[in-house]
């Protein structure tokens, strides 16, 4: 049997001087393989013509509709109605800057945050442009993918008790791009140059290990390890 669904929708337009923070509500009739993806575009389309919410590619593969959902950080458009209780509440990610409803700025954060620590390959010399690449082992490539499936959604911000204390503490999602390009040997910084970005308050010692970033992570990364990993490296190196 169908379930009437009612969403508590936070409503906000910060550019809009009439505009306030508040929620309202909407009700929809739940239908087979029912997305809160699908479910917010029938909102916008029959109820609420100017509900702001974020999509690109309905796939978990963009990040872009990352949003709480009762009161926890997912994709929309991977979250099933089915998996929910007949009332949900969708608010945006906090941490970031809002543009509008639903939506959020992510991307500004983390453009910041990875120019911040530099995360592309940084070669000795420019000549290394034309040279073509050495083969790489396949598990250490298949380690490196792995690092890079993270698709830059903010979940892991929004979960981390640190960064809603600290303002410049990089999270998850930047320590694990430092670990990636540490793994990658086509740059050739120094675990100096790597460490002096991570290694303080503001990356891996301002971890409380509460799990959260992991637990939310839509692509199931082991953020934690990366941390571990860091902090161990560093002992070893006496940093």
Avoid at 111 to 139: G, Q
Avoid at 218 to 231: D, H
Wanted: aromatic residues 8%.
């Amino acid at each position: 049997m169908k379930r009437t669904l009612n969403f508590n929708i936070f409503r906000y337009n910060p550019q809009d001087p009439a505009s306030h923070p508040h929620m309202e509500a909407y009700t929809l009739q739940e239908t087979a393989g029912m997305t809160l993806f699908i479910a917010l575009n029938q909102i916008r389309e029959l109820q609420a013509p100017s509900l702001a919410f974020d999509f690109v590619c309905r796939a978990g593969v963009c990040g872009s509709c990352s949003m709480l959902i009762n009161g926890r950080p997912r994709l929309a458009c991977r979250t099933l109605t089915e998996s929910l209780p007949d009332t949900i509440t969708l608010l945006p990610l906090p941490t970031f800057e809002l543009i509008a409803d639903l939506s959020v700025n992510s991307g500004k954060w983390m453009r910041a945050m990875s120019e911040r620590l530099e995360t592309w390959v940084h070669s000795v010399e420019e000549t290394d442009l034309d040279r073509i690449e050495l083969p790489m082992d396949p598990d250490l490539a298949e380690h490196i993918y792995e690092l890079d499936r993270c698709i830059e959604c903010g979940c892991c911000v929004t979960a981390c008790g640190t960064a809603q204390m600290r303002e410049d503490f990089i999270g998850a999602v930047g320590i694990n791009k430092i670990a990636r390009f540490k793994a990658d040997p086509r740059d050739q910084r120094n675990d100096q140059d790597y460490y002096a970005v991570v290694g303080d308050d503001d990356g891996v010692f301002g971890c409380m290990s509460l799990l959260g970033c992991q637990d939310v992570c839509p692509k199931e990364l082991s953020l934690q390890t990366q941390i571990a990993y860091i902090r161990r490296k560093m002992a070893f190196a006496g940093l």
